[in-house]
């Protein structure tokens, strides 16, 4: 992964990483870097194609060790869903996004959408969103800002797909936005967008991989009208090149993420970005 920003140290370190991937190894390291403020925050933007303003980010976590460098998500994160400590890890960058929103506001300054992700091990505990509720609420967050990022995985989890609506109303009456990750990585069914009333669908970068493929413009045209007509936001994801932009106006896609615009970004590199781009 190449996503660092410069002065800091990618990791190497194999045999490291190979202990990581072993469940002990890594909950025995995990608090202690919870604790020491080892996780961050990187936010990248989304920007909307129909104006080229910056309409919102998702924010990601990044691991630095001060002895290891930056450990990415892709590393620690299918162990801590493992041993269930990912819930932890998501409150903790749900709380700092709250918390660096709240700064920003009280700067002055706009604030716009900013999504995190959500873990499928949330949904087993039946009163994880009044945790992040009260959170949201401790920092006093408007309505319609926090938007919690759900894998379609999660759709096919033992809980049943009628928890799962029930979860996302509930979101919907607490002021969050609910939005579907990675659509068309595996297991999407236009059936999951009849049955829940989700407010984005992120289409996974996949679908933009090879444009030129003749039935690629059809498909993304009908995903896109079928957003409209749902009154969902369409969201490409992955997006690198100049030409997939062009596509993406021609389907009439609303809004962008990916390195084109920017990798994501440390909090002040992000905001200052932000400012870059906004004169
Ligand atoms: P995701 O939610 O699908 O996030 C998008 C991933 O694509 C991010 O990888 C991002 O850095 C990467 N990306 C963005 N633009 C481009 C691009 O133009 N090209 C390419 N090739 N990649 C791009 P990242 O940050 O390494 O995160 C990987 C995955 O880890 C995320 O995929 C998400 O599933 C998970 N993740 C990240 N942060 C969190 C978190 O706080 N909680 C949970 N539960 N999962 C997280
Ligand atoms: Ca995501
Ligand atoms: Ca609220
Ligand atoms: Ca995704």
């Excluded at 408007?142 to 979101?171: A, N, W, Y």
Aim: some cysteine.
């Amino acid at each position: 992964q190449q996503d660092h920003t410069l002065g800091e140290c990618v990791f190497y370190d194999n045999r490291f990483m190979q202990s990581l991937r072993q469940e002990h190894e890594l909950t025995a390291l995990f608090q202690g870097a919870l604790d020491r403020g080892e996780f961050l925050v990187y936010l990248q933007p989304k920007v909307r194609l129909s104006d080229g303003k910056t309409a919102g980010a998702e924010a990601l976590v990044r691991w630095r060790n001060p002895q290891r460098g930056m450990i990415f998500p892709s590393d620690f994160i299918p162990v801590l869903e493992k041993n269930g400590s990912i819930c932890k890890l998501d409150r903790y960058i749900f709380e700092k996004v709250c918390e660096l929103l709240a700064r920003r506001m009280q700067e002055g300054k706009a604030i716009f959408p900013v999504s995190v992700n959500l873990s499928r091990q949330h949904f087993k505990d039946p009163d994880f969103l009044r945790q992040f509720s009260e959170i949201a609420d401790k920092y006093h967050i408007p309505d319609g800002i926090l938007e919690l990022e759900l894998t379609e995985s999660i759709f096919f989890d033992d809980q049943g797909i009628e928890f799962v609506g029930k979860c996302i109303r509930r979101m919907h009456r607490l002021g969050f936005k609910c939005s579907l990750d990675d659509f068309g990585s595996g297991y999407s069914s236009l059936g999951l967008l009849r049955e829940f009333d989700v407010d984005t669908i992120k289409l996974d970068r996949r679908f933009f991989l090879d444009i030129s493929q003749p039935k690629a413009e059809d498909v993304l045209i009908c995903l896109t009208e079928l957003g409209r007509r749902l009154g969902v936001q369409i969201v490409a994801e992955g997006i690198e090149k100049q030409e997939q932009i062009a596509f993406l106006k021609r389907v009439r896609c609303d809004m962008v993420q990916g390195y084109f615009y920017s990798r994501p970004l440390p909090v002040e590199e992000f905001w200052e970005w932000l400012e870059k781009r906004q004169e």
